[in-house]
C-alpha cells in the first residue's frame, strides 16, 4: 500500500517522505569501522550457521545487562534482519493449521509469515482507553484458547506505538504458561520507549525461566540505525537450538562477517548512540504530536515507544485515499494505516526518526491540505 502511495507522487520530486520506519542518519562512525576493518583483514569466508561466538556472546553480555537476567550465548542466535528472525521463529514453532493470536494493529510482514506457513491468525486490536493505546487485556486472554499455537506481541508496537505494562505482561505470561502456549516477542522498539526513566519496555526474556515458551526476535536496524545491513537475533530456549543451526543452513547459511564485527561492537559499545537516538526522538516525537494536536479535527492517541505517530483525521475514512491525496496535492508522504491491518483503516502513520526541522515542514503541508 505505501507502494501505492508513492505510485500517487510519481513524478513529484518535492515529496516529504515519512512512509518507513527508518532514521534519517546513518549507522554511528565507530559501527561502520569495526566493518571496513573486517573487510579489509579479508574475513570475507562462511561462518556458524548461528553467528561467530563473538557476536552471539557479545548479544548475550549486552540483553543479561540490560534485562538483569542471564541470557546464555547458547540461546542466541544472529540472524539476516529482524524479518528474518521472525520467519525463523515462526518456521521453529509453526505447522500447518496451527492458532496464532496477535495484538493488531501490526507491521504487516509479522502476520502475513505465519499465514505463509499456513498456521491461522486472530488478531486482538488494540483499543485507546483515555486518550492512550492500551490493551483490551480480557479480549486477548479469550482469543488465547487451549487450541493456540502461539501468541505475537510487538511492543512497543508499529504502528501505534502501544507499549505493554509490566502487569499485563505478568497476566499474559501466566496465562500463556498455563496453556503452554508459545510467545514470540518481536522486540525491536524495545529500547526505543519515550519514558527517559525507562532503559527498555516491559520484556517477556526478563521474565523467563527455564522451561519457558519464549522466544525474543529482534533487530539491529533501528535502534543502531542499521537498516540496509541486514542484521538481527533471536533468543531461544536451548532444546531448539539444533533446530534452528537447520534451519538457518537452509535459509542463508549464515551471516556476512563484517557485518558480525559490526553488530559486535554495535552492542558493546553503542549505549551512548542508543541515547542520543532516544533523545532525538522523544524530542521529534514531541514536535510532531504536539503539531498535529494544534490542527483542527485530529486525533493522536498517546504511545510508549517506537518511532510513529498513528493518527487520524476527521472526515476522512479512507487511509489509502487519503495518503494518496496528501502525496498528490502537497507532497506529503505517510503511510496508510490499514497498511496494517482493518484496524488501522481511517489512520495514517507517521515515523518521526528525522530532523525537526522536516517534520515542521511536514506540518506546514499538512496544515495547507486541510485549509
Ligand atoms: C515490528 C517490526 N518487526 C520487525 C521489523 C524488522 O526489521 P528488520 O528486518 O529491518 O531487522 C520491523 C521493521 O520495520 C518492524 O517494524
Known amino acids: 500500500m505505501i507502494r501505492d502511495v508513492a505510485n500517487a507522487g510519481m513524478g513529484n520530486n518535492d515529496i516529504l517522505r515519512f512512509w518507513f520506519g527508518e532514521s534519517d542518519q546513518p549507522t554511528p562512525l565507530f559501527i561502520r569501522a ?173 521474565r523467563y525461566e527455564e522451561g519457558d515458551r519464549i522466544i525474543s526476535s529482534n533487530s539491529f536496524s533501528k535502534a543502531w540505525t542499521m537498516t540496509g545491513w541486514r542484521m538481527g537475533w533471536l533468543v531461544a530456549p536451548e532444546a531448539l537450538m539444533a533446530d534452528l543451526t537447520k534451519l538457518i543452513e537452509y535459509n542463508t547459511s549464515c551471516i556476512l562477517e563484517p557485518a558480525q564485527r559490526a553488530g559486535a561492537v554495535a552492542v558493546a559499545k553503542g549505549e551512548g548512540e542508543v541515547a542520543k537516538l532516544r533523545e532525538r526522538l522523544a524530542a521529534s516525537r514531541r514536535v510532531l504530536v504536539d503539531g498535529l494536536r494544534r490542527l483542527p479535527g485530529v486525533d493522536v492517541p498517546d504511545a510508549g515507544g517506537a518511532m510513529y505517530a498513528f493518527f487520524r483525521l476527521a472526515g476522512h475514512d479512507d487511509s489509502l485515499e487519503l495518503a494518496k491525496t496528501l502525496v498528490r496535492e502537497v507532497g506529503l508522504g505517510l503511510a496508510p494505516g490499514n497498511a496494517f491491518g482493518p484496524e488501522g483503516e481511517g489512520w495514517l502513520r507517521w515515523c518521526h526518526a528525522v530532523e525537526p526541522a522536516r517534520i515542521e515542514q511536514g506540518l506546514t503541508r499538512l496544515r495547507k491540505f486541510l485549509a
Open 34 to 206: 569495526a566493518a571496513i576493518a573486517s573487510l579489509e583483514s579479508g574475513e570475507t569466508f562462511y561462518s556458524q550457521n548461528l553467528g561467530r561466538p563473538y557476536l552471539r556472546e557479545a548479544i548475550g553480555n549486552y540483553l543479561s545487562a540490560l534485562h538483569e537476567r542471564p541470557v546464555a550465548a547458547e540461546r542466541v542466535a544472529a540472524v539476516g534482519s529482524g524479518v528474518s528472525a521472525l520467519m525463523l521463529a515462526s518456521q521453529l514453532v509453526l505447522s500447518p493449521g496451527d492458532k496464532v493470536v496477535a495484538v493488531t494493529p501490526l507491521w504487516p510482514n509479522v502476520v502475513e509469515i505465519p499465514k505463509i506457513l499456513g498456521a491461522a491468525v486472530t488478531r486482538v486490536p488494540l483499543a485507546i482507553a483515555s486518550g492512550r493505546w492500551s490493551l483490551d487485556l480480557d479480549r486477548l486472554l479469550d482469543a488465547l484458547t487451549p487450541d493456540t499455537r502461539l501468541l505475537i506481541v510487538n511492543s512497543p508496537n508499529n504502528p501505534t506505538g502501544w507499549t505493554i505494562e509490566d502487569d499485563e505482561l505478568d497476566v499474559v505470561l501466566a496465562h500463556c504458561r498455563k496453556l503452554g502456549i508459545w510467545v514470540l516477542a518481536d522486540d525491536v522498539y524495545e529500547r526505543l520507549v519515550y519514558d527517559p526513566a525507562r532503559k527498555s519496555a516491559p520484556s517477556f526474556l526478563r
